[in-house]
């Protein structure tokens, strides 16, 4: 059996070397390294993948989500609401701009923002929701689409996570993950569905106006060259990561499929166990179906019940076995985001999941002997 790894970037590289280091090689030969032709092609094919008019590439998926803020001209003092289960980029460009995180529980199933206390959140001065779609599904759009309108706030998805997943809205319309709020945020950090071999990172909107204002703060705020009309960040991807990622674009879906395919192996594994809960379908699909895209698994994470899950931790790393936990410490705790106005009754969901939750090694080269052997020395543990 190979080793098996959390992410297997090395077996996915294998099987497109050809075309990602041609890719590559044009850029060199070019020497167009920053704001290439590359990049603007890389662009232009994902404005198309995801049916969206605005992709404005940037240097990763922190600076698009603070860079996504800038551009609503958020002020010192508003309040943007996100969950408390999250990677800390989310939060932490909100207090960086000096907003007001506001922290909210997540679900049980889906790990996602929860609604209930979306809306118990809001204020005067809140100004902005940010749903994380977290592990690869996308939170409740529909209710949070619902919200924001009858309070007039904004929607910044931080689609992180989730990109070619979609969302089902209740009338059977179809959307992109990361195409439903005024504005989108993206990773491209090498890990993630559709990583590059460094980092980078992008901001989608359908928003003429608002795509023109982040194509300036992007670039040190010039919309005339050495004009500074607005403060403005220097937030490139640069031309070699453009060229791995238009490598890997027309990838995108099967890898999303075989990721889907991993986690319907486990799912059946461990089916039946009344020691763990399996990822739940909070969309369109009761299951993992291969062709539907409503969940693109970036991260395969179950809870464990009954048994201590930093021992399971500890026995598989015994075992070769690498796993992760997302997330250890809920935000709201974490020394940077203490606020004495959290209770923590209002975090319930949150501070079990983190005692709860477990990622399996998930990617796109996983083969049947290493889902079997992950999934066997994890009954066996938490079966006793
Ligand atoms: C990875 C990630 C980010 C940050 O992306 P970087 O490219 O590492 O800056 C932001 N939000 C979430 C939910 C993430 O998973």
Do not use: W
């Not at 997330?327 to 005692?355: C, G, M, S, W």
């Amino acid at each position: 059996m190979k080793k098996i790894q959390m992410v297997d970037l090395k077996g996915q590289y294998e099987d497109i070397k050809e075309v990602v280091n041609t890719s590559i090689q044009e850029v060199l030969e070019t020497t167009a390294f920053i704001n290439g032709p590359k990049v603007h092609q890389f662009q232009k094919n994902l404005e198309q993948y995801l049916g969206v008019k605005h992709v404005i590439p940037c240097a990763n998926g922190t600076d698009a989500l603070q860079i996504a803020m800038m551009g609503l001209g958020l002020k010192p003092g508003d309040e943007v609401i996100t969950a408390d289960f999250t990677f800390a980029a989310t939060v932490e460009v909100i207090a960086l701009l000096q907003l007001t995180p506001v922290l909210v529980d997540v679900n049980e199933d889906d790990f996602n923002i929860n609604i209930e206390a979306i809306k118990k959140a809001i204020t005067p001065k809140t100004k902005a929701i940010v749903p994380v779609h977290l592990f690869g599904q996308c939170a409740n759009m529909e209710a949070i689409l619902e919200i924001a309108e009858a309070h007039n706030l904004f929607v910044i998805e931080d689609n992180a996570q989730a990109i070619g997943a979609t969302y089902t809205f209740k009338n059977g319309k179809k959307a992109q993950a990361g195409t439903m709020g005024h504005v989108a945020s993206t990773s491209f950090f090498p890990s993630k569905n559709l990583g590059c071999y460094g980092d980078g990172g992008a901001i989608f909107t359908n928003d003429d106006d608002l795509a023109h204002t982040i194509r300036g703060i992007v670039n040190h705020g010039m919309y005339e060259r050495y004009h500074h009309d607005v403060v403005g960040v220097n937030s490139r991807l640069d031309s070699i990561q453009a060229a791995v990622l238009d490598a890997k674009l027309p990838h995108l879906d099967t890898y999303n499929k075989k990721r889907r395919e991993a986690a319907i192996k486990y799912n059946k594994a461990f089916e039946g166990n009344k020691n763990i809960v399996t990822p739940k379908l909070s969309n369109a699909c009761e299951t993992i179906c291969e062709s539907c895209d409503c969940h693109v698994f970036h991260q395969y994470t179950l809870r464990v019940k009954g048994v201590e899950r930093d021992a399971l931790v500890k026995h598989l790393n015994e075992n070769n076995i690498p796993c992760g936990v997302y997330y250890p410490i809920p935000l709201h705790l974490q020394k940077a985001y203490l606020d004495e106005r959290y209770k923590e009754e209002d975090f319930t969901v949150t501070n079990q999941l983190v005692k709860d939750v477990i990622s399996l090694p998930m990617h796109t080269e996983l083969d049947d002997d290493q889902i079997e052997f992950i999934t066997s020395t994890i009954i066996k543990f938490v079966n006793g």
